[in-house]
């Protein structure tokens, strides 16, 4: 099982980035997925989550309305379309998944991780 994040960079406020998670080595059709995000000295904190379907999505109250998770089955690969980024977006961002119908909301329900991408917002 492997996940790869990747699309983090250094970004303006108020700008735009997309991340993207590839995964491989298990049916991802079958599994739920998530973002998350850890800034320095801070818990891992829950983002954004999919059903396995896509049908369902979920947000934090923090980023509701400026990011927005997608997920291509096809593809095997997920997205978090992100904008009017801000400074306390700041943080490592990981992506996560599970084998579950439902969407999924702690870090301890996630079985595999991927190795996280930086994004950093700053003038």
């Known amino acids: 099982v492997q996940l790869q994040a990747c699309g983090g960079g250094l970004v303006q406020p108020g700008g735009c980035l997309r991340l993207?998670?590839?995964?491989?080595?298990?049916?991802?059709?079958?599994?739920?997925m998530g973002w998350f995000r850890q800034a320095p000295g801070k818990e891992r904190t829950f983002v954004a989550a999919?059903?396995?379907?896509?049908?369902?999505?979920y947000y934090a109250d923090s980023v509701k309305g400026r990011f927005t998770i997608s997920r291509d089955n096809a593809e095997n690969t997920m997205y978090l379309q992100m904008k009017n980024l801000k400074p306390e977006d700041t943080a490592v961002y990981y992506c996560?998944?599970?084998?579950?119908?439902?969407?999924?909301?702690?870090?301890?329900?996630?079985?595999?991780w991927g190795q996280g991408t930086q994004v950093t917002v700053s003038s």
């Open positions: 993207s998670c590839a995964a491989s080595g298990f049916a991802f059709e079958n599994y739920a």
């Open positions: 999919i059903s396995w379907s896509g049908g369902t999505t």
């Open positions: 996560a998944a599970r084998e579950a119908s439902a969407i999924l909301l702690r870090p301890g329900q996630y079985d595999y």
